[in-house]
């Protein structure tokens, strides 16, 4: 495991933010912390920074506690975004690369390329100032890898840019990931984090609530439906066994699959009275599997038996 929370736990007086949560994050994995507000996602990673100190467990890296070394291994983007407004953007990679032990010469001949890539080459020599807030994301974004670093830890990265950058953020990561890093990070865009994540934890109210790959996950949701486009009387397909339930619209049947549903049993039942133009399995989506887990207190949660551990 790359990186291991154990049993951590940190209040702020007598409030709680993050409850003796544990978390394995393995090499080489896109890994994505969701969570409602205050959930305790940023007080989590300023705990595996060791910005912020847990009052109880602690923070592994390769099986190790974290020593001095670690803050060159990681790249890390802060929630809060803070860049030095009157340097130009070659000298701010350059001072946050050197931070990082590069040198200047290694890090002249990476800006061009990364500047390109977020269409700010123009901006080279001006200062920082004088860029957009979204503009000074992608150039913060740049400072946090430009040192190479194999664990990359995004505090809210996609928090404020639009829908083209966006996609930029998300290609990138998915190039890191491919070149073997590790990525962890937090969002509140369901839509990016289906796309991204192989790994989902969701945090409420401090504790973990769902902990898995993202496929397992969904599938341990157990509420698929099938939305199918039929020619004929279709009055039948209530009573088919799996199906729970059949709500019309207008172009279409939604069918409530019951959980051990066999949908290609009856997919085969309603091929065989009735001519089938579309039959579509949809999966419950990150974004309806927030707000339900979301709406449980994890106390709840927790007495029928803990998270969706899969
Ligand atoms: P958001 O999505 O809104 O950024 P989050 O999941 O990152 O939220 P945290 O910032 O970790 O949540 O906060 C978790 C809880 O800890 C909240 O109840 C917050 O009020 C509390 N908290 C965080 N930092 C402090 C602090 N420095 N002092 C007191 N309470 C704090």
Same mark, same amino acid.
């Given at each position: ?9 940190k ?6 933010a ?7 994050v ?33 923070v ?5 506690? !974290? ?13 809060e975004?803070?860049l030095?407004?009157?340097?130009t953007?070659e ?11 590069r ?14 890539r977020?269409?700010?080459?123009e901006?080279?020599?001006k200062? !920082?100032?004088e860029?957009?807030?979204g503009?000074?994301?992608k150039?913060q974004?740049?400072?946090t890898?430009?040192?190479?670093p194999?664990?990359?830890?995004l505090?809210?990265?996609?928090s404020?840019?639009d829908p ?10 998915l ?6 890093k ?6 509140h865009?369901?839509e990016?984090?289906?796309k ?17 790959r ?8 157990g ?6 486009d039929?020619?004929g ?6 009573e ?25 049993c009856?997919?085969?039942a ?5 001519l089938v133009r579309?039959?579509?399995?949809v999966?419950?989506?990150?974004y309806?599997?927030?707000i339900?887990?979301?709406r ?8 029928k038996?803990g998270?969706?551990d899969v």
């Amino acid at each position: 495991m790359l990186l291991e929370l154990k049993n951590v736990r940190k209040a702020y007086g007598d409030k709680v933010a993050v409850d003796n949560l544990s978390l394995d994050v393995p090499k080489g994995v896109i890994y994505g912390i969701i969570g409602p507000n205050g959930a305790g996602k940023t007080t989590t990673i300023r705990m595996i920074m060791n910005i912020t100190v847990p009052d109880s467990g602690e923070v592994l890296l390769d099986g190790q506690r !974290v020593t001095s070394d670690f803050r060159n291994r990681v790249g890390y983007l802060p929630e809060e975004r803070g860049l030095y407004k009157k340097m130009t953007l070659e000298e701010v990679i350059v001072y946050m690369g050197e931070l990082k032990g590069r040198t200047r010469r290694e890090l002249i001949a990476k800006i061009d390329p990364w500047l390109q890539r977020m269409n700010l080459a123009e901006y080279r020599l001006k200062k !920082v100032e004088e860029l957009s807030k979204g503009m000074q994301q992608k150039l913060q974004f740049v400072t946090t890898i430009i040192h190479g670093p194999d664990l990359i830890i995004l505090d809210e990265i996609f928090s404020g840019l639009d829908p083209l950058n966006i996609e930029l953020i998300k290609d990138i990561i998915l190039d890191l990931k491919r070149e073997g890093k590790t990525i962890l990070f937090s969002t509140h865009v369901m839509e990016q984090a289906e796309k991204l994540c192989d790994h989902v934890c969701m945090i409420n109210r401090g504790q973990k609530v769902i902990d898995g790959r993202l496929n397992e996950v969904k599938a341990g949701f157990g509420k698929n439906s099938v939305q199918i486009d039929i020619e004929g009387d279709g009055g039948f397909i209530a009573e088919l066994e799996g199906v729970g339930g059949v709500t019309e619209f207008n172009n279409y049947i939604e069918l409530n699959l019951e959980e051990k549903a066999d949908t290609n049993c009856i997919l085969k039942a309603i091929a065989d009275r009735v001519l089938v133009r579309r039959f579509d399995i949809v999966e419950p989506s990150l974004y309806n599997i927030f707000i339900d887990t979301a709406r449980i207190d994890p106390a709840e949660l927790n007495n029928k038996g803990g998270t969706t551990d899969v």
